[in-house]
């Protein structure tokens, strides 16, 4: 680290030798300190690159003895910059109505649908900046990482420039960035008035608008969303995304909605209901309810009252059950579409053993045949589909087995669902939390029920 002449210069170098300093000593014998030495002494200590000339000349002319400078700098490695997507849509659109002052909930404005044109531009990429390689002060090359491009989102209904850079829409629709994986464009169905017979049953790839009423009878399946403008009557809604019921929904006890997302809707009475998401309303009457995390009875009422209700999560209403007892069964704690899964999966798995065994059996008897020689082109086809059938079946039933473990883990999970009364609970609620049940004998205000071990407690609403 050290060169010495006549201990007269000191050449340092920093531990990641990206600086070297020099350091001057007065021997007292007037001889003045030479460029070359100078030079010498930084070539000892074998720097060559990024010498200060300015720092060099100063300290042969005006030698400041006894202080370290700073003679030579390298240059550190500049890491690269991945590339990036950029989008020319929101991506953040909250679904969530809002609440108004007076308690009311606003369903004029939800606004949930983005649209877009066809050719309209919906993703650029910016493109990744290489790194700059470096160099220390002893000529050593350190070297950089390169940024790494980005990958245009493309999804469904959408198109990617010539050039590989930029995303657009091919039809009209809405877009949607889709477990911010994917970029896809839904096109609209949108009926201007009721669902009826002028319109007959609606099933829709995309999303469907109705500006009108749906009938009883009638149905409206869609693989986007479903937002109906008028009152839902003993309809079947069946939605791949959310469903929005501006006003409300009859069902007169055959009315059927069914959401892979959320539903938000005024009142629900005597309706089949189920979203894998959350469920919205002010009011919720004599139906029977599956709800995979969150349901929510909010605004003027805010009222659960009659029927069954199962939710994965939390249950968060003002009023729950009514003065008169009515008997209101509700569950929560475990998503009701596992337990379905798991029931769904146990019988399938049931039959398919007891068509593997008369699959074996049909084997076992065209075998005998065959080696008897009395198997018939027929018979021998019969033999080949009963091979691949117990193949099949054999895959099948491993899989399934191996589904069932997975739900049963999942099923035998800690509960903790919650049931968040904002008024009042009366008598004639059956709480259910995993395995624990609670019949509300009295009137139970603003109060939490959660499981606490082997039964369900009463605690503070914030609890």
Do not use: W
């Amino acid at each position: 680290m050290t060169n010495q002449n006549n201990l007269r210069i000191l050449v340092t170098v920093s531990p990641d030798e990206l600086k070297a300093f020099i350091t001057l000593y007065d021997c007292h014998d007037n001889k003045k300190i030479t460029r070359e030495e100078i030079l010498e002494a930084l070539h000892n200590q074998n720097v060559t690159y990024g010498i200060k000339e300015d720092v060099l000349n100063f300290c042969c002319q005006n030698p400041v003895y006894n202080e370290a400078f700073c003679i030579a700098e390298g240059i550190p490695a500049q890491n690269g910059k991945n590339g990036s997507v950029v989008f020319h849509f929101n991506t953040t659109v909250d679904k969530k109505p809002t609440i108004l002052d007076d308690g009311r909930i606003n369903y004029r404005e939800l606004n949930l649908i983005q649209t877009v044109k066809k050719d309209q531009l919906l993703c650029s990429l910016v493109p990744p900046v290489a790194g700059t390689q470096g160099m220390t002060v002893r000529g050593k090359v350190l070297p950089a990482v390169n940024g790494k491009p980005a990958i245009l989102p493309r999804g469904k209904n959408v198109y990617i420039s010539e050039d590989g850079q930029k995303l657009y829409a091919s039809t009209d629709g809405e877009v949607e960035y889709l477990d911010n994986a994917k970029v896809s464009v839904y096109t609209i169905h949108e009926v201007p008035a009721d669902v009826d017979n002028s319109t007959g049953n609606i099933n829709f790839i995309g999303n469907v608008i109705i500006k009108g009423n749906v009938l009883s009878g009638f149905s409206v399946e869609a693989g986007g969303n479903i937002e109906v403008y008028g009152v839902v009557e003993g309809a079947t809604i069946k939605a791949g995304g959310n469903i929005i019921l501006r006003r409300g929904m009859q069902g007169m006890g055959k009315g059927t909605l069914i959401a892979g997302g959320d539903i938000v809707a005024r009142y629900i009475e005597y309706c089949t209901v189920e979203a894998q998401g959350n469920i919205q309303a002010e009011a919720i009457m004599h139906s029977n309810v599956k709800c995979g995390n969150k349901l929510e009875l909010t605004g003027r009422k805010g009222l659960l009252v009659g029927g069954t209700c199962k939710v994965g999560n939390i249950i968060v209403a003002k009023v729950i059950g009514s003065h008169m007892a009515t008997f209101t069964d509700i569950e929560v704690g475990t998503d009701p579409t596992i337990r379905e899964r798991f029931k769904q999966n146990k019988e399938e798995l049931a039959k398919s053993e007891s068509d593997m065994k008369k699959a074996e059996q049909a084997i076992s008897l065209l075998k005998k045949l065959e080696s008897a020689g009395g198997l018939t082109p027929e018979k021998q086809e019969i033999l080949t589909k009963s091979i691949r059938t117990k193949i099949y079946l054999s895959s099948r039933i491993e899989e399934l087995k191996r589904e069932i473990t997975v739900l049963e883990e999942k099923l035998q999970q800690e509960i903790n669902g919650k049931v968040r009364s904002l008024n009042v609970i009366y008598p004639g609620v059956k709480v259910t939390i995993g395995t624990c049940v609670m019949y509300v004998k009295e009137n139970l205000q603003y109060c939490t029920l959660y499981r606490d071990g082997a039964d369900i407690r009463v605690g503070a609403i914030d609890k």
